[in-house]
T-cell receptor
Framework: DAMVIQNPRYQVTQFGKPVTLSCSQT?????MYWYQQKSSQAPKLLFHYYDKDFNNEADTPDNFQSRRPNTSFCFLDIRSPGLGDAAMYLCATSRVGGPDTQYFGPGTRLTVL | GQQLNQSPQSMFIQEGEDVSMNCTSSSIFNTWLWYKQDPGEGPVLLIA?????ELTSNGRLTAQFGITRKDSFLNISASIPSDVGIYFC???????????FGTGTRLKVLA
C-alpha cells in the first residue's frame, strides 16, 4: 500500500545533541510537510517543500532545518534540541494538481533528556 | 498560527449514542478534511469534502461542507469504544498547499 513512513517511531536524544528524523513516501506526492505536535494540541506546521522549493513558517525556530534530497525522502534536523522540543513530529504529504488531500505518517515521538 | 474553532473540545458519551462536532472558520475554504488521531499515532484521514453543501459518508461517519464554506460538521452514528480518540478538522484554500487545523475534539466512549 502507498504510504508515508517515518523512522524512527521513538527517538531519545540529549539536550543539545543534534538529531535527524526521517520521512519517506511511496505516494509520489510533490508536497511534503513537517509538523510539531504537543500534548494533543493541533499539529503546528514547521515547514513544507513543494518539489524542491522550501517554505519555512515565520515562527519556526532556526534550530529546525529540513532537507529533501529527492521526491520520496524528507528529513527534519534539530541542531541543538532543547527540553521544549520534546514532542511528536509528524510528516505529511499532498499532491498538487489532484484533490486537496493530506496524508500523515505515524509520527516520531522525540524525548529530550 | 491560525487555527479553526472546533467544538466541543471534549465529550463523554455512552456506547451506541450518536456524536456531532463542528468546525468554524472566519475564512472561506475550498476543502475540508476530517481526521482521527489515536494516542501515539499520526492523524488518519476520515473524510474529504470539496464542495459547499456536500454531504459525504464513510461507514458510520458523515461529514458536511457548510454552505457558507466557513464551517463543516462531522457526525458519528452508533458510537463504539474504538471511536475513542481526537478528531481534527482541517481546511485549505486551493493553491496554498497549507492546511489550517482545528483545535480538536477529544471523544471518550463509555461502554
Amino acid at each position: 500500500d502507498a504510504m508515508v513512513i517515518q523512522n524512527p517511531r521513538y527517538q531519545v536524544t540529549q539536550f543539545g545533541k543534534p538529531v535527524t528524523l526521517s520521512c519517506s513516501q511511496t505516494l509520489n506526492h510533490n508536497v511534503m510537510y513537517w509538523y510539531q505536535q504537543k500534548s494533543s494540541q493541533a499539529p503546528k506546521l514547521l515547514f513544507h517543500y513543494y518539489d524542491k522549493d522550501f517554505n519555512n513558517e515565520a515562527d519556526t525556530p532556526d534550530n529546525f532545518q529540513s532537507r529533501r534530497p529527492n521526491t520520496s525522502f524528507c528529513f527534519l534536523d534539530i541542531r541543538s534540541p532543547g527540553l521544549g522540543d520534546a514532542a511528536m513530529y509528524l510528516c505529511a504529504t499532498s499532491r498538487v494538481g489532484g484533490p486537496d488531500t493530506q496524508y500523515f505518517g505515524p509520527g516520531t515521538r522525540l524525548t529530550v533528556l | 498560527g491560525q487555527q479553526l474553532n472546533q467544538s466541543p473540545q471534549s465529550m463523554f458519551i455512552q456506547e451506541g449514542e450518536d456524536v456531532s462536532m463542528n468546525c468554524t472558520s472566519s475564512s472561506i475554504f475550498n476543502t475540508w478534511l476530517w481526521y482521527k488521531q489515536d494516542p501515539g499515532e499520526g492523524p488518519v484521514l476520515l473524510i474529504a469534502l470539496y464542495k459547499a453543501g456536500e454531504l459525504t459518508s464513510n461507514g458510520r461517519l458523515t461529514a458536511q461542507f457548510g454552505i457558507t464554506r466557513k464551517d463543516s460538521f462531522l457526525n458519528i452514528s452508533a458510537s463504539i469504544p474504538s471511536d475513542v480518540g481526537i478528531y481534527f478538522c482541517a481546511g485549505t484554500t486551493s493553491g496554498t498547499y497549507k492546511y489550517i487545523f482545528g483545535t480538536g475534539t477529544r471523544l471518550k466512549v463509555l461502554a
